[in-house]
């Protein structure tokens, strides 16, 4: 049972609700505890380290560029009329987008009821909230006097000056910090069902104390849960007018602008459609690697990438709309200037930028129609890293082709970056980093007390059969959910490996055990095959099953001989045979 | 067990949901009130089975995110028309219209503390210890075995018939736990 993970199967059915299951290996409650706690209790230090001291000597270098500038001022930086807006707004505007999808996946996911949102929701929150600390750094250390950062809040002051609420740079302070603070409210709701399973299982006090204070003694009470589930569905139903909103107001603080290039209405829902592209990628470019290092390819499978990959053919097919009627309007508004900055950004002296955009963003999803490419997390991983740089230059075009060519002639200008913008740039990944895998080695990375409940055994209408164990036959007596007319099967269902093959129906409840590879032929049968060795196995209960074969579920290829209750292993734990009296 | 002098009450362990969802509507007929079902995840529809109500945080969320909104619209309205009204880009001291997108994020941020704070606030979070936490086998709790506990101080509690009940409803386990 170590690490054998099934390929993918059409049949692999929810028995209540006939679906296809998310998780294919069919995992038991603690199995899915233990993948998700093992990185946290068994890390892979060596691995981890080399990671975090890369990502710690960015975050250096980040902490180098910024005192730097401090001492200096903004005059380090390749910023200088025409374009007095360069790369800190530009990292800006990637950091936020690539925050979108974190919020995205949390929220409009769970409002449309996606299940396959609960493997990744945890990572892309976390990923979202430290994209977020990335991006509100740039503008504090833009406005260059840092110490007044505090002038953009409505704070009473000396001067008895208010801020100008009419701006678009002031909605975007709201925007962005009430977005920040929302996402680590939701992230942390989330979180502490599962900093609760990490307490129960901490062996070490400093472990039991953090992860006890931060679970702020949750004990899984269903009347909390009530008001839990409450709170998280409206949390995501704010969130989700939130994302759009966030992103429409930081394209707003081009759009209200007068500046040709800028001053466009298709920026608002444009901006959203690239954030939401960027986002998706960047979470696929943290996943993949993720889910080998981790060994998650059960709970993020296959099918996981490639819903997020569908997402990213769509977000970039609207850009790529976006793009296109961005020039039919520049060239049907009829306004010299207009059509000018849109000629001027293809075809002038940023057209390498553009390029490599359009290609990035335009050409590079279109690779996602094949089934094959779509299907491989190899081919995912470096499509999604083009689509990170397509964005970033995205953000680079709109903000230096607008500016450098002023309005006259006699300001035009070219910018260029200078060591200490590009040091910022890659500092800013350092703190990105650094905060990710902190992340990752201290705190759960999936959500579990949510991947847990789209477990076909989570519903309550799941029957399963009773387990042979001694625990159970000496208080289960009378009160088994058995029918008269159907023999159930007793089979050891032990909490550590399920074995048992269960199908429900409404007319009958019957027990389909899945035989070992060699008698079943080979460790995935195909579905006719399924069906005719579950008959042997059960050869009293033929015609139920029958009924039910479309509903076979083929089990984990962990080799399961049937064997008559008195005979099984006790699915007991220790813990099990507790005072009765 | 013998230095017990005071017990919290009766706590039950379940293999199953559907083992957990039966007995919930077992004890609720049984007409107990001072009961709780413990399970790793929520287990949809399990308020049915206890009987609970609905939640009250969507009208705690709704009062909250509409005087939030209407706070930051009179943050805004104080600020540019009352207190120090200037003239900016020859606009009306009261541009309502530009002041949309801030009364919108503050409706959003105080409707958030209103859900995340109330539901604190409801379940009683943080309460870092609890008598449930003196039984060993509620450590599977945030794992993977579903608990009914039954208190002691509900009037219908009785130790022995109570424990009767919770062993027919099909626990591996009842366990009495201190207080």
Redesign the interface.
Known sequence: MSHYIPPFHEHDLDPVEGRTNLIQTAP???EL?ETVAHPIEHPNNKIWWIFFMGALSLLGLFGISVAYLLWEGIGIWGNNVPVGWAWPIVNFVFWVGIGHAGTLISAVLFLFRQKWRTSINRAAEAMTIFAVICALSFPAIHVGRIWLMYWPL?LPNQM???????SPL??DV??VS?YF??SL??W??GL??DI??M???SKTAIRKIAY??LA????????????????YL??AA??T??VL?VHS?VS?DFAVSQLPGWHTTIFPPYSVAGAIFSGFAMVLTLMIPLRVWFKMEHIITIKHLENMAKIILLTGSLVGYAYAMEFFIAWYSGNPYESFAFVNRAFGDYWWAYWIMLTCNVVTPQFIWSKRIRRSATALFILSIFVNIGMWFERFVIVATSLHHDFLPSSWGYFTPTMWDVATLLGSFGLFFTLFLLFVRFLPLIA???I??ILP????????PK?GGD??SK??T????SREDVPVRKAPRD?DSVSAKVVVSDASQAIDVRPPPDKGGGQDPPEGKTDASADKATEDEAEAEKADAKKAKAEKGDAFTFKPPATAKSGDKP??????G | MAKRNKAYGLLAEYETTHDLYEACERVRDAGYGAWDAHTPFPVHGLEKAMGLRPSIIPWIVCVMGFSGAALGFLLQYWTSAVDYPLIIAAKPFNSYPAFVPVTFECGILFGCFGAVFGMFGINRLPTLYHSLFNSERFLRCTDDRFFIAIEARDPKYDREKTRELLESTGALAVEEVDE
Do not use: C
């Open positions: 038991t409650y603690s505890t409505p008895d000056l208010w801020p100008n609420f009419r002031l909605w709201f925007a009430t603070t929302v409210l939701f942390y709701v502490i069902p609760a399973t307490r129960d299982r006890g204070v702020l003694g949750w004990r899984g009470s269903h009347r909390h849960w009530v008001n839990y589930e409450a709170a409206l949390l704010m969130a007018p939130l909103s107001i707003f579990l007390s949510e847990k409940s055994q989570a519903n309550p209408h799941y029957k399963a387990t625990s159970v208080s289960a009378g009160v088994v959910e909490t813990s099990d045979d507790g005072e009765e």
